[in-house]
């Protein structure tokens, strides 16, 4: 039996979903049979902290401070073991743009791309390179915040006309904003658990009549397949490339690699790394856990085991 604390909450925007995360962990730590203290997380996180005195800390957040670094460095300080990847994974995976430059660096495929942040286009007039952005990536291009999860704020600009507004609100969830390549594809997620990737998972719009974004992350619209119905090389290579992500941007316990196949090239490219990917009954990793063998209980299991500080 530990002493578990399990974080969850907080006031990202991705709160909702953390609850849903936490409560399912609690339930499987239960099981377990472990002792559990719940801490919505907030201005008090230090002082609970101290009363629980846990052994392990689970961080069941998602999005700004719970994924981002911000609890994990607390969590230091206290010299509280906790799950999942340390502080500075969490800024590599938290930060797209920052993910991205790594990525690039060792030669890992991602989309094209072009990223500011507001002083730039108030003080630097960056909005007068928007034609040569718009010349390199072409149309339609893709505009999201660097730093959120849970598709917000992510807009897909068909013309040159949408791409201010589009810029408008992927700044209203951020300071840091990139212009991307659109990929036409096939959304693939590749979970990865202590070193180990999992199947593939895609993402399926159940509507493809017309190509509407949003519809994409409505409810009972996106169906999920694990695993996904792919060639075994493009398996393999969706794979390769999530453990790739996850040497480069130092992830440890447990993540998930988002990624694009290319419809017209059949090329793989990776879009993202999450640090702490979403725990609901929804969620890809745990589906893609359960695909292998894995179940809920056991996947908590393991990564409580690999916690550390
Ligand atoms: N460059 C792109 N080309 C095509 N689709 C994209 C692109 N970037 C994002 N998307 C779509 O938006 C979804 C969310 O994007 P992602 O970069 O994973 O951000 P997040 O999951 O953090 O919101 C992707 O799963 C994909 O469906
Ligand atoms: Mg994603």
């Known amino acids: 039996m530990t002493r578990v604390a399990v974080l969850k909450g907080g006031r990202s925007l991705e709160r909702q979903v953390s609850l849903k995360s936490g409560a399912r962990v609690q339930d499987a730590l239960h099981r377990l049979g472990h002792k559990i203290v719940a801490i919505d997380v907030g201005h008090d996180l230090v002082q609970r902290l101290r009363e629980a005195a846990p052994e392990v800390a689970f961080v069941a957040l998602h999005g700004r401070d719970g994924e981002d670094g911000t609890v994990q460095e607390m969590l230091e300080a206290l010299a509280i073991p906790y799950t999942g990847s340390g502080v500075s994974a969490c800024i590599r995976c938290a930060d797209k743009v ?11 495929p991602t989309p094209d791309f072009f990223a500011f942040n507001e002083t730039a286009f108030k003080e ?17 291009l893709v ?9 917000l704020g992510i807009k897909f600009a068909s013309a040159e006309r949408d791409v201010p507004g589009a810029l ?25 658990l202590d070193g180990d990737a999992l199947p593939v998972v895609e993402a399926v719009p159940t509507e493809e009549a017309f190509y509407d974004f949003e519809a994409r992350y409505e409810i009972g619209r996106t169906q999920f397949v694990c695993p996904a119905e792919l060639p075994d090389e493009v398996t393999a290579r969706a794979q390769e490339l999530a453990l790739q992500v996850w040497d480069v941007l130092g992830c440890r316990g447990f993540a998930r690699v988002d990624l694009m196949l290319c419809h017209e090239t059949g090329e793989l490219t990776v879009l993202e790394a999450n640090a702490i990917p979403g725990m609901t009954e929804t969620s890809l990793l745990p589906q893609a856990a359960d695909a292998t063998g894995i179940g809920f209980d056991e996947l908590i299991d393991r990564i409580l085991r690999l916690a550390r500080l």
């Not at 630097?124 to 339609?140: T, V």
């Open 98 to 108: 920052i993910a991205k430059h790594h990525m690039l660096d060792a030669g890992i």
């Open 124 to 140: 630097l007039g960056a909005a007068d390179a928007l034609p040569a952005i718009e010349q390199r990536l072409g149309f339609p």
């Open 143 to 151: 505009v999201k915040p660097a730093g959120q999860g849970s598709a």
């Open 168 to 192: 408008v609100a992927a700044f209203s969830y951020g300071d840091k904003v990139l212009l991307e390549r659109h990929v036409r594809g096939r959304d693939l997620a590749v979970s990865v």
